[in-house]
């Protein structure tokens, strides 16, 4: 065989193999080009990415507890500090009580003209005082022509009308007041009892009542 011939069956073999090639392109042309992934490792990479996804999700619902317990937290703070703040606004109102008592009696003591403008100064103080307690949540009791609750009046006695119904308040001696809705010191109060019923029973019922 001589060189010629020899160039032609080389020709040959390369047509052959190109044209093999295009017949399957399935087979890779170039035999460095990396291989597709298996199926085992496309399900292992699947399952890291859920595996990642699950931990992302319990995070953010663990911040979101997190937030909440906080903001619970914060919240009662506050209202146990609101509370604390009241409690000692109260017990300041209890001790003041008296003062405002005194005050109202002076108030009520003197009918001389001579006392009138030394009333007037009793009673601006007077007013300033009870001002600065409403002002911080003190209210005062309506008891007078009510209906005697042993919640908020202290009947010490009872007394016979046929003007006002069974176990009305006829005659209040002494103001009683609340704080926040909280009965701080209850009305002293007389109460009526009708004419047909006993008599012999009134001290009982008194007692009962302040109970």
């Given at each position: 065989m001589d060189e010629r011939e020899h160039k032609n069956e080389e020709r040959d073999k390369t047509v052959i193999e190109f044209d093999s090639r295009s017949r399957n392109p399935q087979e890779p042309s170039d035999p460095n080009a990396p291989n597709p992934p298996e199926g085992?490792?496309?399900?292992?990479?699947?399952?890291?990415?859920?595996?990642?996804?699950?931990?992302?999700?319990?995070?953010?619902?663990?911040l979101v507890r997190r937030q909440a317990d906080f903001e619970n937290y914060r919240k009662r703070i506050e209202r146990e500090r609101q509370d604390d703040r009241r409690h000692g606004i109260g017990?300041?109102?209890?001790?003041?009580?008296?003062?405002?008592?005194?005050?109202?009696?002076?108030?009520?003591?003197?009918?001389?003209?001579?006392?009138?403008?030394?009333?007037?100064?009793?009673?601006?103080i007077y007013r300033q005082l009870w001002d600065t307690l409403s002002r911080h949540g003190l209210e005062r009791i309506?008891?007078?022509?009510?209906?005697?609750?042993?919640?908020?009046?202290?009947?010490?006695?009872?007394?016979?009308?046929?003007?006002?119904?069974?176990?009305?308040?006829?005659?209040?001696?002494?103001?009683?007041?609340?704080?926040?809705?909280r009965v701080v010191r209850p009305s002293i109060v007389r109460v009526s009892f009708s004419a047909g019923h006993s008599d012999s029973g009134k001290s009982s019922v008194a007692q009962r009542h302040a109970k």
């Amino acid at each position: 065989m001589d060189e010629r011939e020899h160039k032609n069956e080389e020709r040959d073999k390369t047509v052959i193999e190109f044209d093999s090639r295009s017949r399957n392109p399935q087979e890779p042309s170039d035999p460095n080009a990396p291989n597709p992934p298996e199926g085992t490792e496309v399900a292992a990479l699947a399952e890291r990415a859920a595996r990642l996804q699950a931990e992302k999700d319990e995070l953010m619902q663990t911040l979101v507890r997190r937030q909440a317990d906080f903001e619970n937290y914060r919240k009662r703070i506050e209202r146990e500090r609101q509370d604390d703040r009241r409690h000692g606004i109260g017990r300041l109102i209890e001790d003041l009580l008296p003062v405002l008592d005194a005050f109202e009696r002076a108030i009520k003591a003197h009918d001389d003209p001579a006392y009138q403008e030394y009333l007037k100064g009793l009673e601006l103080i007077y007013r300033q005082l009870w001002d600065t307690l409403s002002r911080h949540g003190l209210e005062r009791i309506a008891a007078a022509g009510k209906p005697f609750d042993p919640h908020y009046h202290q009947a010490i006695e009872r007394v016979e009308s046929d003007e006002y119904p069974e176990g009305t308040v006829v005659d209040v001696l002494q103001d009683g007041f609340s704080y926040h809705g909280r009965v701080v010191r209850p009305s002293i109060v007389r109460v009526s009892f009708s004419a047909g019923h006993s008599d012999s029973g009134k001290s009982s019922v008194a007692q009962r009542h302040a109970k």
